[in-house]
């Protein structure tokens, strides 16, 4: 695929099935880059978007792809210097949330090896899960990371992840033993990143990780006030730094 940085227009949903159903809807953008080669903005424009080591894995590494590297290596991965491509939020103004950044991995020949997805919650944890999708872009893992305050750690994702084109479209279903409880969709328009599609997109979607962690936590309150049970969060260990 073309490995040139890319602006994706988005709306992500979330909802809720059990144990009462619930919807979230909110208006985004993100990036699509080569995390060897991310896009140099002009200087003025450098505070819309900045994609910092520390905000991914361990937060130790020299680089994203560092950091991705050692994690894959960690599981017995080696991309023997693929390509690598990347969907996230980049920092604006200093700030970032990256509820799920993924990473679509080929080898050197173009193949595709693996994807990463990198979840992050609103307590500051961070965990990684190593897909093998199959053809029609569908992996399936067991849930290990505390992510909802209304979901316990159980159940099992399925998510489609095709590779980004001229349109977004993923989709995360976390299905547990009562059925399916919660569906994560992310759809989008690719764009350019030129100046003018970052401006007008940073100007209709001001602070946009700030907004999406807002309003993550917004509607948590919302269900705790319906009388949404809590559910008691563990400690967690995050795979990056296994050994």
């Given at each position: 695929m073309n490995a040139a940085p890319a602006l994706y227009s988005c709306t992500i949903t979330h909802v809720r099935t059990t144990p009462r159903r619930y919807a979230l809807?909110?208006?985004?953008?993100?990036?699509?880059?080569?995390?060897?080669?991310?896009?140099?903005?002009?200087?003025?424009?450098?505070?819309?978007?900045r994609f910092d080591p520390r905000d991914h894995f361990t937060g130790e590494a020299p680089s994203i792809r560092a950091g991705l590297d050692t994690f894959l290596a960690a599981h017995g991965v080696d991309l023997d210097g693929g390509r690598v491509v990347m969907l996230a939020h980049a920092r604006v103004?200093?700030?970032?949330?990256?509820?799920?950044?993924?990473?679509?991995?080929?080898?050197?020949?173009?193949?595709?090896?693996?994807?990463?997805?990198?979840v992050h919650n609103t307590y500051g944890g961070r965990h990684s899960y190593l897909l093998s999708p199959d053809a029609?872009?569908?992996?399936?893992?067991?849930?290990?990371?505390?992510?909802?305050?209304?979901?316990?750690?159980?159940?099992?994702?399925r998510m489609r992840l095709p590779t980004p084109g001229p349109r977004l479209?993923?989709?995360v279903h976390l299905d547990r033993q009562s059925g399916r409880a919660f569906t994560a969709t992310v759809r989008g328009t690719r764009r350019g990143p030129s100046t003018a599609s970052l401006l007008r997109l940073a100007l209709r979607h001001p602070w946009s990780t700030l907004t999406v962690s807002a309003a993550i936590?917004?509607?948590?309150?919302?269900?705790?006030?319906?009388?949404?049970?809590?559910?008691?969060?563990?400690?967690?260990?995050?795979?990056?730094?296994?050994?």
């Open positions: 809807r909110h208006r985004t953008y993100m990036w699509l880059i080569d995390p060897d080669r991310p896009p140099r903005l002009p200087f003025l424009l450098r505070p819309l978007a103004f200093g700030y970032v949330f990256n509820p799920l950044t993924l990473y679509w991995c080929y080898g050197p020949g173009g193949e595709p090896r693996c994807v990463v997805a990198e029609s872009g569908t992996a399936r893992t067991e849930k290990e990371f505390y992510v909802s305050p209304f979901f316990p750690v159980d159940g099992r994702y479209d993923l989709t936590r917004i509607h948590g309150i919302r269900l705790y006030l319906r009388g949404m049970p809590v559910q008691p969060r563990p400690e967690h260990r995050t795979s990056e730094k296994a050994t």
